[in-house]
């Protein structure tokens, strides 16, 4: 396990949302990040919320989608603090996909499974 404090941890989460191409961040709508310390079921990241793909007419007035990233869980799974970074972008990516509908076979065919 990595220890990696709150701060420095939502910093390595930022810093990977500077990674996004600005032309995907911009097309990202109603959506937050949070870093949460662990996922019960032992997840590194999760979505919930309606992909934009799914998004019709009657999408108005709901809340914001979320994206959790779970430090403790990311920590205890690398071995390594660059490992950690390399985990958190991965994870990221992974999770602002989903937002924009992409599914986790298709992530694995692109390699971000």
């Known amino acids: 396990m990595v220890d990696i404090a709150r701060a420095e941890f939502e910093e390595l989460v930022a810093d990977?949302?500077?990674?996004?191409?600005?032309?995907?961040?911009?097309l990202?709508?109603?959506v937050v990040i949070t870093v949460e310390d662990e996922?019960?079921?032992g997840?590194?990241?999760?979505y919930e919320g309606i992909p934009l793909t799914e998004r019709?007419?009657?999408y108005f007035g709901v809340l914001p989608d979320q994206i959790f990233v779970y430090r403790l869980n990311i920590c205890s799974y690398c071995e390594t603090p660059e490992q950690v970074v390399e985990e958190?972008?991965?994870t990221v990516v992974h999770?602002?996909?989903h937002h924009f509908g992409i599914d986790d076979a298709r992530l694995g065919d692109l390699g971000w499974g």
């Open 43 to 46: 997840l590194l990241g999760l």
């Open 56 to 58: 019709g007419d009657g």
């Open 95 to 97: 999770e602002i996909a």
């Open 28 to 30: 990202m709508d109603n």
């Open 16 to 26: 990977a949302l500077d990674r996004i191409p600005p032309e995907l961040t911009r």
């Open 39 to 41: 996922s019960p079921d």
């Open 88 to 90: 958190v972008l991965v």
